[in-house]
């Protein structure tokens, strides 16, 4: 497949609404997770599978050729390095490419292989003689809907016939125009003007419909509205499949008004635990002596990689000046920088470039680097009024049981408020954070 790119247009945005922002969080959050993410992540975990007809057999695959791909298809899949299906691929390929099409709910978390699967079942499923949009795919934002583009551009490297086209903004085409290309990915605006207003494309003539990061979509009450108006147009037979990374209650009730009679399929989360974490705390009363603390530990252990976490970027700025002063090499992720360039800091921290990685709590959320085997909180991890977030505690410095290697967490208090902060952390794990004299460091390894 190929396709024409448009010119990145400004973004222009101006005041933004609480909601526009927890999206900009999630869009980013998912960005980042897209452009550092190099290869599938790790699961021991079983997939779950609904079946709208429970009596039908159930198929899995265990390799590409079992699917009986186009041989220009399965020569992309080989080009992008895939050498057999990933879990969710196992289950949701044969399902998706069955005949007739079935419809498919499915959720796991980012970096399992969905992008990749239901690519691979748009670019099957399409006619190549047939010059009109034949698949859709909705994605939250601009700059997600170019990274799947990307995706099926590549897949499709050696199925030159199929076209693809961005329904995206600064995407300006004529009035009148009837699009040739099979493959339409967009944001839901575009793509419902696409089909209602300008009627560059045909709805009816749709064969398959993806919406894909659902928890991200449902985050702005216009792009829910838009999916569904674009939903309702296309023809009854239409295979649907919607995507989506988490599956709280909201996303749900969505993912349902998208997709009729739906087979369902679930592949949970590795589940982190801090039993082979090793978690101490300091006793500081200002953030200069928990630098000098910092110091101490430094100068006792050896750290190949650390990454250390502060509450502000006024804190992570000044820290990481501090660090760099004392003579490390010191990568600053922040919250003022791009998604494409934190995407650079990590990949950088992650070849070894850096040693140290200070960082806000905002902006490592949802990242891992697993070769980190000393997490530092500088500050410790509170919600919005101020109450221990347990989960981030736990998603910073825990370990999946399987794949966790032995880890060190150190903890920075300073106040009375955070020694409350820590005793409700280590109450909530029943796990004892141990008391660190970083005079005296012989104790840790
Ligand atoms: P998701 O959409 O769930 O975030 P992706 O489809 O983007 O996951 O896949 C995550 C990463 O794994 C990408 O770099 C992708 O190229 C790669 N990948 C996907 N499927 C396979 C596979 N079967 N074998 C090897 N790598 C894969």
Redesign the pocket.
Known sequence: ASATTPAKTGGGEGDKTGEEDDKDDKAAQSLL??LI?????NTTNQVEVLQRDPNSPLYSVKS?EELRLKPQLLQG?YA???????K??ENALPMMLAEPPQNLIAQ??????????F?LAMLSHVDPNNKFPQALCVSPTYELALQTGK?IEQMGKHYSEVKLVYAIRGNKLQRGTQLQEQVVIGTPGTMLDWCLKFKFIDPKKIKVFVL?EADVMIATQGHQDQSIRIQRMLPKQCQMLL?S?TFEETVWNFAQRIVPDPNIIKLKREEETLDTIKQYYVLCNSKEEKFMALCNIYGAITIAQAMIFCHTRKTAGWLAGELSREGHQVALLSGEMQVEQRAAVIDRFRDGKEKVLVTTNVCARGIDVEQVSVVINFDLPVDRDGNPDNETYLHRIGRTGRFGKRGLAINMVDSRFSMNVLNKIQDHFNKKIEKLDTDDLDEIE
């Open positions: 997770n897209k993410r190099s290869n599938l992540v590409f899949v992008m390095g895939f050498n057999r299906p990933s969710i691929q796991s978390q980012s970096g399992t292989g969905k992008t990749a699967a690519v995706v894909d995507f990374a």
